[in-house]
């Protein structure tokens, strides 16, 4: 009978530890889950501002930009068209705010898919969010400090004057 007892205790046990583990995973999905509703309030919230502005008469239209249209809207201004990350779109911006959250260690493109509310367990988002940085790259908004670690450029890299990664 003693066995029979201790045997249950294991299973008991070991059935606590199941849970235990199972009950960590829900709370770490359900934090990725507030942060993915989070970032889609605020891009909901941006949108609808977004179609309030365009629905006023055209009367009210203040000050049209000082900037002259450099063509087709891009989603990634090159860095001499823009004059803040308040011109790119919500997802650069947060791809942005990921890189300036790393500092110097350097942003990569799963913690960049994280960043965008992402699965980061999925191959095809963490690859959007490499093409997202290497966009970024190409338009002067980061740099490519070390393969896959990207950063927001120094004051010297900014001008030109250095260019990790062996680019000219």
């Not at 994280?114 to 790259?137: F, I, M, N, P, Q």
């Amino acid at each position: 009978m003693r066995a029979v007892l201790e045997t249950r205790l294991k299973a008991a046990a070991v059935r606590v530890h199941d849970l235990e583990v199972e009950l960590e995973r829900v709370r770490a999905d359900l934090v990725d889950a507030e942060e993915v509703l989070k970032l889609r309030t605020i891009g909901l919230e941006q949108y609808l501002e977004a179609l309030a502005e365009e629905e006023q008469p055209a009367e009210t239209v203040v000050d049209p930009s000082p900037r002259k249209p450099v063509g087709p809207r891009r989603a990634v201004p090159h860095r001499a068209n823009a004059a803040g990350a308040e011109d790119l779109s919500v997802d650069y911006q947060a791809v942005m705010a990921a890189a300036a959250e790393a500092g110097n260690d350097g942003l990569g493109a799963r913690r960049a898919a994280v960043g965008l509310g992402w699965d980061s367990a999925s191959a095809s988002r963490v690859e959007g969010a490499r093409a997202r940085l290497k966009r970024l790259v190409e338009q002067g908004c980061l740099v490519e400090t070390n393969p896959g670690r990207f950063t927001l450029p120094t004051e010297r890299q900014a001008d030109g004057a250095v260019r990790p990664g062996g680019g000219s």
